[in-house]
């Protein structure tokens, strides 16, 4: 009996220990790994380094100096080495260190051995980044972190730069339109297609930046941010005059910058190879995002007359996204669907975007439209994103990288606070004027009137 009575005062409390951690892990697996997760992968990786090396074939035999040291000090049998392993820098999510290749490999060697890495050190995955020729970091990931999005707390940001998701390597996705300038984001019914336009609404709505909004849907996504956007057309009608206005301001930009550089006043606009980014402060003009939303609507036609002017609409897209980053013009176009059934230009306009973001989808066809012609290997990843998990989506470009990432939730009303508090920065563009939005002004009501105490009377 008192051996049993023994075991039990033992075992509850290791019994109450595993569930609080089981608990932990499944509803705060950052506590856990900093706690738990954290010692537990940094023995293994200490105590296993040199034998996992070996056994995903990423030792190099030994120099021939190293071998007569051996044999010259020791008895031991000469072992081959493995790269040279630095500092273990954990983080928040993970564990970072960086390997010196062994001459003879290369980082596409360490890059192949990832998932090997990952189930010999007990993470979450294994990420490969090259640092510099014969140098390469390993990011291990302690947990899932697209399942909880939390941005970190540092990231690169700027003047047209905005940190509007979490890559699955637990680094933020930047939105970067200096160096990607036109963007095709597609996404479903309820896939998230509509938070990541609002991060990055609300992240250019702090920024001296002018946005422009062509919002076919009635205007039911961009109408809440109209306090901060300089021109909003909320139907093909309207789409079709504020796209003509684009367009000059477009080349009253190139005139701006043929005359400050000497250029001859009848140079096409094709061979100037400057921008307006070559200009003095004082004589740059305001950037130019245009958000495009539901782009279908603009090449969708019932008449003849809806025809040309979509074949209008459609050249002047093209014109935009062929010569608009020169003159500070940017495009994000969004959509559920978009190829060459949409109908004349579709394609062209397509291969003027560089970036590309793909939310879950209806059909294997519409991944393949945004990621097809860029990483074709990332066209599965984007068909296996599950309904229960919307903001997730898979972004890549025209170099052939592509990562998984995840917005975090912002809501309507928060974002449209937001952009109510930025209304001070709306640029003053003349061109525009004509199709910036009315604000309604929030109704107030007023306090109802103090009951006034009556006296008391015989």
């Not at 849907?217 to 021109?231: H, I, N, T, Y």
């Not at 140079?267 to 003095?280: F, H, M, Q």
């Not at 603009?298 to 003849?304: D, G, R, S, W």
């Not at 996204?321 to 306009?349: N, P, S």
Request: aromatic share 4%.
């Amino acid at each position: 009996m008192s051996d049993l009575a023994t075991l039990l005062e033992v075992g509850g409390p290791l019994a109450a220990l595993g569930g609080g951690a089981a608990y932990t892990r499944a509803k705060h697996p950052a506590a856990y790994w900093s706690t738990v997760g954290l010692p537990i992968s940094t023995a293994r990786l200490l105590g296993s380094y040199t034998s996992v090396m070996e056994a995903c074939g990423l030792t190099v035999a030994p120099s021939r100096l190293r071998v007569l040291a051996v044999k010259a000090t020791t008895r031991r049998e000469v072992r081959p080495v493995p790269p040279r392993r630095g500092i273990i820098r954990p983080t928040s999510t993970g564990l970072r260190i960086r390997l010196r290749l062994a001459p003879g490999q290369e980082p596409a060697d360490v890059a192949a051995s990832a998932e090997r890495l990952r189930h010999a050190w007990g993470v979450h995955a294994v990420y490969v980044t090259t640092v510099k020729p014969g140098v390469v970091e390993l990011r291990l990931v302690g947990f899932d972190v697209l399942r909880r999005v939390r941005m970190p707390r540092k990231s690169d940001t700027g003047l047209l730069k905005v940190p509007v998701a979490l890559r699955e390597d637990a680094t933020a996705f930047v939105r970067d339109y200096r160096t990607v300038p036109h963007q095709l984001t597609l996404g479903a019914t309820l896939s998230g297609k509509s938070m990541y336009l609002r991060h990055l609404v609300t992240g250019l709505a702090r920024q001296p930046v002018s946005l422009v909004g062509i919002d076919c849907k009635r205007g039911v996504e961009l109408a809440p941010f109209a306090a901060r956007l300089s021109a909003l057309a909320t139907d093909p009608d309207q789409a079709a005059e504020l796209l003509p206005a684009l367009i000059k301001e477009m080349e009253d930009r190139y005139d701006l910058i043929k005359a400050r550089q000497g250029i001859a006043p009848g140079t096409p606009d094709e061979e100037i190879t400057s921008d307006i980014w070559g200009l003095p402060d004082n004589q740059r003009p305001v950037p130019i995002v245009l958000f495009v939303d539901e782009v279908a609507e603009l090449f969708l036609v019932a008449t003849k007359k809806d025809e040309e002017r979509r074949d209008e609409m459609v050249t002047q897209l093209i014109r935009l996204a062929q010569l608009g980053r020169a003159a500070g013009i940017y495009l994000e176009v969004c959509g559920q669907r978009f190829g060459a059934e949409l109908g004349k230009g579709a394609t062209m306009l397509r291969a003027q975007l560089t970036g590309r973001v793909c939310h879950r989808v209806n059909d294997e066809a519409s991944a393949k439209m945004a990621l097809g012609d860029i990483a074709p290997e990332a066209v599965g990843a984007a068909c296996a994103i599950a309904a229960e998990r919307p903001g997730l989506a898979v972004a890549g470009d025209t170099s052939g990288g592509w990562s998984r990432i995840r917005t975090p939730y912002l809501s309507l009303g928060d974002a449209a606070e937001i952009c109510r508090e930025s209304a001070h920065l709306v640029p003053d563009l003349p061109a525009l004027k004509p199709f910036q939005p009315d604000v309604p002004v929030p109704v107030v009501e007023a306090p109802a009137p103090a009951l006034q105490p009556r006296p008391v009377t015989d």
